[in-house]
């Protein structure tokens, strides 16, 4: 079937055009259905080869033996499943390459002994999730934005099999052109969206691939009238939603994208549609509760959308889905007393509760998750300031400078909840930190990020808490175990700290955002943009080469066996990647001639400084390190590992 209908602006569609006797060499040697265009073919015209119509037949090359492999392959692939058999080593490590062929099987009826044709399963071209395919989408796009524009990266056409049965539907008679025909003379008239101009119909739907047929199956269903029995399927239920939910932190997890971008914002659309987090609301599509248990489950179900939602916008800075809670709106009770259904330990508190007071481990997730979302929301706003221009600063420094200090006193303050034991460790070591360097450094100048050009120090002498994840004192009392079920709340504020720190940290003003292809400097920075630029690259120095690079070397040490793997997050993962690719951009700038790191005394030390000192490079390596070994149990570790690559 040849979809010839071609619109022109002359006059009306033509259907009559020259037709060769027989197909072309290149069409017989691949058993490709040839449309016998002249002077060439619509495949031959596509793949910008020369059309030959002669009769004359050539030495079978490479690649036809490769063609005839691959579709002896497919063969007994598809035997394999009429048979119920799995399927051979062979045949499962060539997948078919006839990709827009409709698949089917033929099967035989032990009561009439006939052959009948049914749809077969499609043969994933792609293999298996942790093989390499040249047609899989761009994780960069959804991970890290700036690396996709910096690498010049492109989104590859989709490459999947049509099925049978919708072959079936578009090919037969004269379907496609009818269907097309009245959607233009209907519904295109009060909805049009898809152009007309641009539709080409000049090829047939095996060559066009499954992005015109699933456009050709929408047409044909908008413009068919509804039957008996077409009604929904399910009614609105919280365990439906609870597993959408596990299914987009699978699909962010193991870097199955865009599905999990979908996913995310399909759980959104379902909690809205069933009223939660609001209690009245619910109540009349979930049913009234009879349990705090009940009401804090529905509570808890659409923070964990709220939270995904922020945390895949990390490496893009899009819009989000999900609205910002509201002032009114509670946070998760206390993990414990939740799981043991005790309500006389369930304190609830606002969101607007002040961060110093204790919670629970997922409150802190979900004020974590918070704060992500101010620091996203604050990057867009520079980055579209950026991009307007003016004689202004694009950010306010005051909101700046109050937004750094609630995420590194937050980061410190969960540190000393996930890990009590080694609140004492860090007085001592603070103390003896600011004795040993009073009489020869001085603290930071209060407000200095309203320092004048002239007056910034070029190695200011600042010092840093001393980390929490150093574990080689022998001080009593002993540090306990990283324990890995603790991190997501600090890794995501450490992501949102590395996204603010990144956005102001380039001495250039990035007019297209971070990342971008060359620089625009048509305006030097202002004073405060040029005290904030060296408190960011402080900041991303301390960040990347000391918690990080410490906290991994601790994380290694417990996820060697598989049981403490299991217990890692991915929400971890952002602010891993983000050190490492921190490090390496610090390598590029300055070499590694002896690094930033944690001296003895655990302040942030430069080069020659005392023992303890990592250079750049090896903290880029040590990190790299924990990221292939979580990459055992979430495949996007695997993918900003590649993403690390680019640079």
């Known amino acids: ?69 691959a579709r002896l392959a497919e063969l007994e692939n598809r035997l394999a499943l009429a048979g119920g058999k799995e399927t051979t080593s062979t045949s499962s490590s060539s997948p078919s390459t006839n990709l827009f062929t409709p698949e089917t099987t033929t099967t035989t009826n032990s009561r009439d002994n006939a052959a009948t044709t049914h749809p077969a399963p499609v043969i994933n071209s792609r293999g298996p999730l942790w093989l390499p395919a040249a047609s899989r989408f761009p994780s960069a796009l959804l991970l890290d934005v700036d690396i996709f524009k910096w690498a010049q990266l492109s989104v590859p056409a989709p490459s999947v099999a049509v099925p049978r049965d919708v072959y079936d539907i578009l090919s037969s008679g004269k379907t496609v052109q009818d269907c097309a025909a009245e959607y233009f003379d209907t519904v295109h008239r009060w909805f049009p969206f898809i152009s007309k101009k641009r539709m080409t119909l000049g090829h047939t739907l095996w060559e066009a691939g499954p992005d015109l ?51 995310v914002a399909a759980c959104a659309r379902y909690a809205e549609m069933c009223g939660l987090p609001g209690f009245k609301e619910s109540w009349a599509v979930l049913g009234a509760v009879t349990t705090w248990t009940e009401s804090e489950e529905r509570r808890r179900v659409w923070w964990a959308i709220y939270i995904l939602d922020r945390v895949i916008c990390l490496g893009n800075k899009k819009r989000f889905v999900v609205p910002e809670p509201e002032k009114h709106y509670l946070l998760p009770t206390d993990d414990d007393a939740w799981d043991s259904g005790d309500p006389g330990r369930a304190l609830s508190a606002g969101i607007t509760t002040p961060l110093e007071q204790p919670q629970g481990r997922f409150a802190r997730l979900v004020q974590s998750s918070m704060l992500v979302s101010r620091t996203i929301t604050h990057v867009r706003t520079t980055l579209r300031n950026h991009q307007l221009g003016g004689d202004i600063d694009p950010f306010d420094i005051n909101e700046v400078d109050d937004l750094i200090n609630t995420l590194t006193s937050f980061s410190t303050l969960i540190q000393q909840e996930l890990l009590p034991s080694l609140a004492v460790l860090r007085n001592q ?28 120090p070029l190695n200011p002498p600042y010092h840093y808490p001393p980390s929490p994840f150093d574990f080689s004192s022998s001080l009593s009392p002993q540090p306990q175990p990283l324990d890995p079920h603790s991190l997501p709340p600090l890794s995501l504020t450490h992501s949102a700290l590395f996204l603010l720190y990144d956005v102001h940290c380039c001495p250039e003003n990035l007019l297209c955002g971070t990342g971008a292809q060359g620089f625009e400097n048509l305006q030097p920075k202002t004073a405060n943009q040029q005290a904030l630029q060296v408190r960011a690259v402080a900041g991303l120095r301390s960040l990347s080469s000391g918690v990080i690079r410490e906290m991994c070397m601790e994380l290694l040490d417990a996820v060697m066996l598989p049981q403490g793997l299991a217990k890692v997050s991915p929400l971890c993962l952002d602010g891993i990647y983000n050190g490492m690719a921190t490090l390496r951009w610090l390598w590029k700038e300055g070499g590694d001639d002896g690094g930033i790191g944690l001296g003895e005394n655990g302040s942030l030390g430069e080069g020659g400084s005392t023992g303890g000192n990592v250079g750049v490079l090896q903290a880029a390596e040590d990190v790299g390190r924990c990221l292939s070994r979580l990459s055992s149990r979430w495949r996007v570790a695997e993918e900003y590992l590649g993403l690390v690559g680019l640079f």
């Not at 037709?19 to 490709?32: G, L, P, T």
């Not at 031959?44 to 033996?65: F, G, I």
């Not at 609105?236 to 996913?263: D, F, H, K, N, R």
Request: charged share 15%.
């Open 1 to 69: 079937m040849v979809l010839s209908l071609q619109p022109r602006e002359d006059g009306p569609v033509s259907l009559q055009v020259p037709k060769a006797s027989q197909a072309c060499i290149n069409c017989r040697k691949q058993k490709r259905k040839c449309d016998k265009s002249v002077p060439s073919c619509g495949l031959c015209a596509r793949m910008n080869r020369q059309c030959d119509y002669s009769d004359s037949s050539s030495v079978p090359t490479a690649t036809d033996v490769a063609a005839l492999q």
């Open 213 to 263: 047929a699933m456009l050709f199956l929408g047409m044909k269903l908008i413009v068919t009238l509804p039957v008996e029995g077409m009604d929904s399927a399910d009614n609105p239920v919280l365990l439906c939603l609870q597993g959408m939910v596990l299914v987009a932190l699978y699909e962010y997890g193991q870097g199955i994208y865009p599905a999990a971008w979908m996913s």
């Open 429 to 456: 070591k603070s103390a003896e930190s600011t004795s040993s360097t009073s009489s020869s450094t001085s603290p930071p100048p209060p407000n200095w990020h309203f320092l004048t050009p002239s007056s910034i």
